[in-house]
Antibody, heavy 115, light 113 residues
Framework: EVQLVESGGGLVQPGGSLRLSCAASGFTFSSFWMTWVRQAPGKGLEWVANIKEDGNERYYVDSVKGRFTISRDNAKNSLYLQMKSLRAEDTAVYYC????????WGQGTLVTVSS | DIVMTQSPDSLAVSLGERATINCKSSQSVLYRSNNKNYLGWYQQKPGQPPKLLIYWASTRESGVPDRFSGSGSGTDFTFTISSLQAEDVAVYYCHQYYTTPLTFGGGTKVEIK
């Protein structure tokens, strides 16, 4: 059974940093692109970033370029999102998804940026 | 960026009736080398993550009831629930994974009339 479990969310002050993790199981992690998608409270879905199977290609939405870094550790079946210079508008539930089309999603982790 | 425009924003349908959602992309999401439309449809129920129902615009994900279907190609797509059930109350999103930045439609809230 495919499982994706996000962790690392929480309350952080504007300008602060946070590192999200996504633990994957039930599939060959190293064979799939992986994706981060976020959803602000009461809003729609926004794609944030994705990363190729070997980690050699990474793409970001413009609003997070230079502040967020997506990475992966295929030996640990884990996906990460390092977030810096956080802003109030980054407040959202962050989901990890399998593949470019996100055919499986985790339950999400809430990031709240507030003073 | 490819803009995904969904309509309507919401719709109320009687149980057993048809629900239809449209999605238009600002440029084609058809990859001609493999003739696939890089377009998916997702269902999100309150408090839950999204769930992929349809991929390649018209292929139903394993285990998804056949009352859910997708059609269209290029820039115009349609998602249909042929006979609405109570458990289908949710927000539905279209999503292009053709090119980065990947983008979602704004969502359509489906309710029971």
């Amino acid at each position: 059974e495919v499982q994706l479990v996000e962790s690392g969310g929480g309350l952080v002050q504007p300008g602060g940093s946070l590192r999200l993790s996504c633990a994957a199981s039930g599939f060959t992690f190293s064979s799939f692109w992986m994706t981060w998608v976020r959803q602000a409270p009461g809003k729609g879905l926004e794609w944030v970033a994705n990363i190729k199977e070997d980690g050699n290609e990474r793409y970001y939405v413009d609003s997070v370029k230079g502040r967020f870094t997506i990475s992966r550790d295929n030996a640990k079946n884990s996906l990460y999102l390092q977030m810096k210079s956080l802003r109030a508008e980054d407040t959202a539930v962050y989901y990890c998804g399998r593949g470019r089309d996100s055919d499986y999603w985790g339950q999400g982790t809430l990031v709240t940026v507030s003073s | 960026d490819i803009v995904m425009t969904q309509s309507p924003d919401s719709l109320a349908v009687s149980l057993g009736e048809r629900a239809t959602i449209n999605c238009k992309s600002s440029q084609s999401v058809l990859y001609r080398s493999n003739n696939k439309n890089y377009l998916g449809w997702y269902q999100q129920k309150p408090g839950q993550p999204p769930k992929l129902l349809i991929y390649w615009a018209s292929t139903r994900e394993s285990g998804v009831p056949d009352r859910f279907s997708g059609s269209g190609s290029g820039t115009d797509f349609t998602f249909t629930i042929s006979s609405l059930q109570a458990e289908d109350v949710a927000v539905y999103y279209c999503h292009q994974y053709y090119t980065t930045p990947l983008t979602f439609g704004g969502g359509t809230k489906v309710e029971i009339k």
